[in-house]
């Protein structure tokens, strides 16, 4: 993980298009506007010499300003930042560790490696080789992110980098003022936080297996898992006679901003507003917090979580993309 010599070279960059869905098909969320859009990628003529290297606990300011420039599409990555700082280690693997491109002493990209799969933001198309030279090198399970960061770094990976892909519809909820989150019904289970006690019947449930969720090969690495999620963040969960049956986290959060995950209800429990519930109480849990934007993703194809999110008052604007990748 954190071995590699920086890497150099000096290249001309030519104007290019930002790669299809790289334009926003509607106005920036509010509070991003100024700031940029999601995913801001310069092209203009130059000629320069530009580096990558492994960033240290130095780089962590400079690093935070680059993905603060939209920090809603890199809330994962801030989260983990805030939570683990660079080049933290758990026993001897590293947790979190960050790539950057620096053009002219000035960072313009970044990929960071967690748990098998990448995350970058890139504002300069000139950056991408080196980037792609450091996730063969790394060679994770997948990447995700907005589309347009991501198919970015897919077309740098070139031809069979991706074995499949899940094209996602992002989305956030701004404030209390905006959502429609119903009066709990008295004839559920009430929604509650999730507590360390609670980690069995979480592993239960999550074990049971979800197409859009985690996948993991046993028990104690779902305990470690969700050790971690409890310990750092936020879940709520459903419990029906010691069962759960619906839950939903936050699975990534800065000052400001949460990330909701891990939304899933039991097959026999579907349709009847566990999930609703759920999004509902966790989302005023964390504008209790303070939290100014609360996201999410679904997959495009899911139709009832678009109308269970629609519902809930979440505005969707951008794509998100997730892909397995055999490098």
């Known amino acids: 993980g954190g071995g590699w010599e920086r890497v150099s070279c000096t290249t001309r960059t030519h104007p290019q298009p930002l790669p299809k869905g790289g334009e926003r098909s509607t106005p920036p969320p509010p509070g991003e506007a100024g700031r940029g859009p999601c995913h801001p990628m310069t092209a203009e003529p130059s000629s320069t010499s530009i580096t990558l290297r492994l960033l240290s606990a130095d780089d962590q300011p400079a690093l935070t300003g680059l993905m603060g420039q939209a920090p809603a599409a890199n809330l994962f990555q801030l989260s983990r930042l805030r939570e683990y700082g660079l080049g933290a280690r758990r026993r001897t693997q590293p947790i979190f560790n960050v790539w950057g491109v620096e053009q002219d002493g000035q960072l313009v990209a970044e990929v960071s490696m967690f748990n098998g799969a990448v995350a970058l933001y890139c504002t300069d198309h000139a950056a991408l080789p080196l980037l792609a030279?450091?996730?063969?090198?790394?060679?994770?399970?997948?990447?995700?992110?907005?589309?347009?960061?991501?198919?970015?770094?897919?077309?740098?990976?070139?031809?069979?980098?991706?074995?499949?892909?899940?094209?996602?519809?992002?989305?956030?909820?701004?404030?209390?003022?905006?959502?429609?989150?119903?009066?709990?019904?008295?004839?559920?289970?009430?929604?509650?936080?999730?507590?360390?006690?609670?980690?069995?019947?979480?592993?239960?449930?999550?074990?049971?297996?979800?197409?859009?969720?985690?996948?993991?090969?046993?028990?104690?690495?779902?305990?470690?898992?969700?050790?971690?999620?409890?310990?750092?963040?936020?879940?709520?969960?459903?419990?029906?006679?010691?069962?759960?049956?619906?839950?939903?986290?936050?699975?990534?959060?800065?000052?400001?901003?949460?990330?909701?995950?891990?939304?899933?209800?039991?097959?026999?429990?579907?349709?009847?507003?566990?999930?609703?519930?759920?999004?509902?109480?966790?989302?005023?849990?964390?504008?209790?917090?303070?939290?100014?934007?609360?996201?999410?993703?679904?997959?495009?194809?899911?139709?009832?979580a678009a109308r269970l999110y629609q519902r809930l008052g979440f505005t969707a604007g951008d794509q998100w993309v997730i892909a397995r990748l055999g490098l």
Not at 167 to 190: E, G, K, Y
């Open 133 to 304: 030279v450091q996730v063969r090198q790394l060679r994770p399970e997948g990447v995700s992110g907005i589309k347009a960061q991501v198919d970015s770094l897919l077309a740098a990976l070139g031809p069979g980098a991706c074995l499949s892909r899940d094209d996602c519809t992002f989305c956030w909820l701004d404030s209390p003022a905006n959502a429609n989150i119903a009066v709990p019904n008295p004839t559920l289970p009430a929604p509650r936080r999730a507590v360390l006690s609670d980690i069995e019947p979480l592993i239960d449930f999550y074990q049971h297996g979800f197409y859009t969720l985690t996948h993991l090969p046993s028990r104690d690495l779902w305990r470690q898992r969700l050790l971690d999620q409890l310990l750092k963040r936020d879940t709520f969960i459903m419990v029906e006679r010691g069962r759960v049956i619906a839950s939903a986290q936050c699975s990534a959060e800065t000052a400001d901003h949460a990330m909701l995950g891990g939304v899933a209800t039991l097959p026999l429990r579907r349709g009847r507003g566990y999930a609703a519930a759920c999004v509902g109480a966790l989302c005023t849990h964390l504008f209790d917090k303070g939290k100014r934007r609360v996201c999410l993703f679904y997959l495009a194809s899911n139709q009832p």
